[in-house]
C-alpha cells in the first residue's frame, strides 16, 4: 500500500523559511509525478510545485512561488522536499504532497495527509 507522509510544516512569521518533507512507501516509482499542492481555508486546492521523473527530472513551479521554492527529490530516501524561502501570509494554507504513478496509469493517484503552514506578518 502507497503512504505519503508529510512532515515539516509550523508556524513562521513573513520572510522566515520552512522545509517541507513528503516520504513515499509501499513501491517503486519509475516514472512519476511527484509534487505539492496547497489549499487555503475557503479557497480550492492549487499546485505549488511538482518534479516529473522519467530517468531525467523536469521541474515546475507554480508563478506564485517561483524564486521563492525549490522543489528536490533524494532518490535514496524516497523522499521529495519543498524549501519555502521568504514565505509571506498568503503563502498560509495545508500542503499535500501528490504522487501520480505515470507508469501504472491515471487511476493511481495518491495524496498525503497534509501539513499545516502558517505564515504570521
Known amino acids: 500500500q502507497v503512504q505519503l507522509v508529510e512532515s515539516g510544516g509550523g508556524l513562521v512569521q513573513a520572510g522566515g523559511s520552512l522545509r517541507l518533507s513528503c516520504a513515499a512507501s509501499g513501491r517503486t516509482f519509475s516514472i512519476y509525478r511527484i509534487g505539492w499542492f496547497r489549499q487555503a481555508p475557503g479557497k480550492q486546492r492549487e499546485f505549488v510545485a511538482r518534479i516529473t521523473w522519467s530517468g531525467g527530472s523536469s521541474l515546475d513551479y507554480a508563478d506564485s512561488v517561483k524564486g521563492r521554492f525549490t522543489i528536490s527529490r533524494d532518490s535514496a530516501k524516497n523522499t521529495v522536499y519543498l524549501q519555502m524561502n521568504s514565505l509571506k501570509p498568503e503563502d498560509t494554507a495545508v500542503y499535500y504532497c501528490?504522487?501520480?504513478?505515470?507508469?501504472?496509469?491515471?487511476?493511481?493517484?495518491?495524496w498525503g495527509q497534509g501539513t499545516q503552514v502558517t505564515v504570521s506578518s
Open positions: 501528490k504522487l501520480d504513478d505515470i507508469l501504472q496509469g491515471p487511476a493511481y493517484v495518491y
